[in-house]
């Protein structure tokens, strides 16, 4: 199957679908326990190219500073990690689920650090969803872009050297961005979510969940005030990253939020979606 995905401007990319995830082939269940026990056997050949099993292993209440939630312990056979989503609302068979896909970053959503914004990141993302009748935050172990807390501070080194972070990241013999969202597509299906709205500056989240067969109706804009030390990494994400950035403070322009439109060839690449 191919999809043509129009995102903010005219540039038309294409995506090749393999097996992708479908919430219509799990039925939607009353409550995230009955989650629990449907996939307590659950044992799958998995999908796409790395044959990703996920299953919901543990749900619990969750009231934080920013409200109250549902938190969801999931197990995968890809990467070995223990991600989980908070969940706020009725998710299960819901479409147009507001969701942020947040990666694990210690140093700034623990330790505070402000050379980056994720914490303010997360924060923002959890108060936004609370206000929501229903959202979902998926929280993926995937620190320093996907190549580990102690690469990541490495990279840290290089740019105190003079490297932006993608160039530290190349120095260190890997790509820009090593995340890999094939576990968070299959999450989303688990939680028989149909479709999403994702709060993101990053088109190549859009790209990566409609690749695995995840309806995304609109990116909603989550754009977080630079301060002194994050200016530059911020302005490398969308100079050298593609990110959605707006640094002179202008408002948002309507084709900033614009629905992501996607033309299905040969079949529904999105399940009936």
Not at 243 to 266: L, S
Request: include cysteine.
């Amino acid at each position: 199957m191919t999809a043509r995905i129009a995102l903010h401007g005219s540039t038309v990319h294409k995506v090749f679908v393999s097996d992708p995830p479908s919430a219509n082939a799990l039925t939607p269940l009353g409550s995230l326990e009955e989650l629990v026990e449907r996939d307590r056997d659950h044992d799958c050949a998995g999908f796409g190219v790395h044959q990703v099993c996920v299953k919901i292993d543990a749900v619990a209440d969750l009231p934080t500073r920013f409200g109250r939630f549902r938190i969801v312990a999931f197990w995968n056979n890809r990467d070995g990690k223990e991600h989980v989503a908070l969940v706020h609302g009725d998710v299960l068979g819901q479409s147009d689920v507001l969701t942020r896909l947040h990666s694990e970053c210690l140093t700034g959503d623990a330790l505070g650090s402000l050379r980056c914004d994720c914490r303010d990141q997360l924060g923002v993302a959890l108060a936004r969803l609370a206000r929501e009748p229903r959202g979902i935050l998926l929280y993926l172990r995937q620190e320093g872009r996907g190549i580990g807390l102690l690469n990541k501070i490495r990279a840290y080194s290089l740019q105190d050297g003079g490297l932006d972070t993608v160039d530290a990241n190349l120095a260190l013999g890997f790509r820009d961005d090593e995340r890999d969202y094939g576990v968070a597509a299959h999450m989303l299906a688990s939680l028989t979510v149909r479709s999403v709205r994702l709060l993101t500056n990053n088109p190549k989240k859009v790209e990566e969940l409609v690749r695995h067969g995840i309806g995304v109706t609109s990116r909603v804009p989550h754009v977080i005030p630079a301060n002194e030390y994050n200016r530059f990494y911020l302005e490398t994400k969308a100079h050298r990253s593609g990110h959605f950035i707006d640094f002179e403070g202008k408002p948002h322009t309507p084709e900033q939020d614009d629905p992501v439109v996607v033309e299905a060839v040969e079949g529904d690449l999105l399940g009936g979606r």
